[in-house]
């Protein structure tokens, strides 16, 4: 398995990580399709399982480029976190037990989701940031649990949802929640990872492929997320697409095999 995949993992793994040090999210989205599709995972939850602990390694990669920059709210990044693993806990044991094929539907259904909430541009300077405080405080606490379970039961990092649930929760400048969210990416991905592991849902090698590729793919990505800083609802509408192509391929193909 290790030498057939070997090149469109380490390719898929650095199109992954290119994503996450681009715009802060859509690694998890893009990898259980493509752990599926092109590296030749059989099983969908060994996919989603495999790709979650790829993208949580990824993510904290990323999360130490943004961290030296300053982009990282510790307080709210560890708050959200320790919440939403709570919830990546829960949704991934019921995703578990739910028919691949159909939690891959469910999976495309979420992926168009999303992709139709990115075409809204993001307005620059973002939300007047609310006081730290208890309302404050349980605020990023419900919205991070119901993220966090929306992330395990598909196997998602959740970066698009985390960032809009920062900002809505503290109202913090979006950049910040671009950097922190990528702390909450990791820990619940690799919640969910550990739970899938739990059950044998994680092939090792694979995962150590793409893990090497999102690694290169991520210093990349940040280099050119560098260079661009015009153009974020541009790169916003490409990615957008793509989310939409992908889960449009991927409601095809899991509503072909649930209809036999």
């Known amino acids: 398995m290790m030498q057939v995949a070997f090149a469109p993992a ?11 040090g681009l715009i802060g999210g859509g690694g998890s989205i893009l990898a259980t399709p493509l752990l599926l599709y092109v590296v030749g995972v059989a099983q969908p939850h060994i996919a989603i399982g495999t790709g979650a602990l790829a993208v949580a ?6 999360l130490a480029g943004h961290a030296r920059a300053g982009n990282v709210r510790w307080f709210y990044a560890g708050l959200f976190a320790a919440a939403g693993t709570l919830g990546a806990f829960a949704g991934s044991s019921i995703g578990k037990v739910i028919d691949g094929q159909r939690l891959l539907f469910f999976f495309g259904l979420a992926m168009v989701a999303v992709g139709l909430a990115m075409l809204r541009p993001v307005q620059p300077g973002g939300a007047c940031e609310r006081q730290a ?30 960032v809009p649930g920062l900002v809505l929760a503290t109202g913090i400048p ?8 990528l702390f909450a990416v990791g820990c619940f991905g690799l919640a969910t990872a550990m739970n899938y592991a739990w059950s044998g849902f994680v092939d ?25 800083s015009r153009g974020k609802n541009l790169l916003r509408y490409v990615f957008s697409a793509i989310v939409l192509l992908v889960a449009a391929y991927v409601l095809y193909r899991s509503g072909r095999a649930m209809i036999g």
């Open 10 to 20: 380490l390719a898929s793994g650095g199109a992954v990580g290119f994503s996450l």
């Open 174 to 181: 979006m950049i910040h929640a671009v950097g922190s969210s």
């Open 57 to 62: 390694v990824n993510a904290f990669v990323a």
């Open 204 to 228: 090792w090698p694979v995962a150590g492929i793409f893990v090497a590729g999102g690694v290169v793919g991520g210093l990349f990505g940040m280099l050119l997320a560098n260079r661009l």
């Open 133 to 162: 405080g208890l309302k404050t405080y349980l605020g990023v606490i419900g919205v991070a649990f119901i993220v966090g379970a929306a992330s395990g039961f598909f196997g998602i990092g959740g970066g698009f949802l985390i």
